[in-house]
């Protein structure tokens, strides 16, 4: 008598039922191992070193990221030391007042920190901010910005105009303050406005340059602003901010968008 064969429709459905056996046994047997002292031990020392290298990978990150901004900010000092002591020559001999300006920002996770600038404004601007916030320019009315401020002085429109102002902040990011490439640090009467949304700009290290500083500066709006650090933050890697630091250079030639 010949041996009863499954048909070809029916071998689909056995195999089916042996992968299901075969992966019950799998379970069965993960499970009764991890109820015992031992394999709670093995499940306690796999996660123990999952979290050692996700750690690791962090922390050496940062280390990567700090380490890249001390070449960098050092770089750029030493090859910008003829134009920033020409800067502050002609800061300093427009009015003989001071040549820096410092503001209180705020960093990472709310910390605040003072930031240095060339002074690109008269010495009474905050006095005279007051009077002006009716023709503030910036949507929202989070950030003042007037095209044609009549509190910048005319060194200062051309340090403005090719970020020549911003570049003390090199200063701050060899202190730690601020890293190369980071959202732009607000003042803290911006962050008192601030949304729930808008306070995952915190979430990273302020920078020298960012997506909104390469991509049109002054013309986005705060929105704008907010939205491009928060998908920053949320893509950062070294290759962003290389693309970033290389499109800067051109960006602060042009001085589009700046005022």
Not at 123 to 144: P, S, Y
Request: glycine share 8%; with cysteine; charged share 25%.
């Amino acid at each position: 008598m010949k041996s009863q064969l499954p048909s070809a429709s029916a071998s689909p459905l056995l195999d089916s039922r042996e992968r299901d056996l075969a992966a019950d046994r799998l379970l069965f047997k993960y499970w009764t191992g991890v109820a015992t002292p031992i394999g709670r031990a093995q499940m306690a020392l796999r996660g123990w070193r999952r979290r050692i290298v996700w750690q690791g990978v962090v922390v050496g990150s940062l280390l990567l990221k700090r380490l890249i901004d001390l070449v960098v900010a050092s770089a750029a000092l030493l090859a910008l030391s003829p134009l920033l002591l020409l800067a502050a020559v002609l800061v300093k001999l427009e009015d003989r007042g001071p040549v820096f300006f410092c503001q209180r920002r705020i960093g990472l996770r709310g910390r605040i920190f003072a930031m240095w600038k060339f002074r690109s404004m008269r010495r009474d601007a905050e006095t005279l901010k007051a009077n002006l916030m009716q023709h503030n320019e910036m949507t929202g009315g989070v950030i003042f910005k007037m095209k044609n401020d009549p509190r910048i002085t005319r060194v200062g429109r051309w340090l403005r105009k090719f970020s020549i102002d911003e570049m003390p902040q090199l200063w701050n990011v060899l202190k730690g303050d601020m890293s190369v490439v980071g959202p732009r640090p607000p003042v803290p009467f911006e962050v008192e406005q601030y949304t729930v949304e808008d306070r995952q700009r915190l979430l990273a290290r302020p920078g020298l340059t960012c997506f909104w500083q390469v991509g049109g500066r002054s013309q986005i709006d705060f929105a704008g602003q907010v939205r491009l650090d928060v998908a920053y933050i949320r893509a950062e890697s070294f290759a962003l901010d290389l693309r970033l630091l290389l499109q800067t250079i051109p960006a602060v030639l042009l001085g589009k968008g700046a005022y």
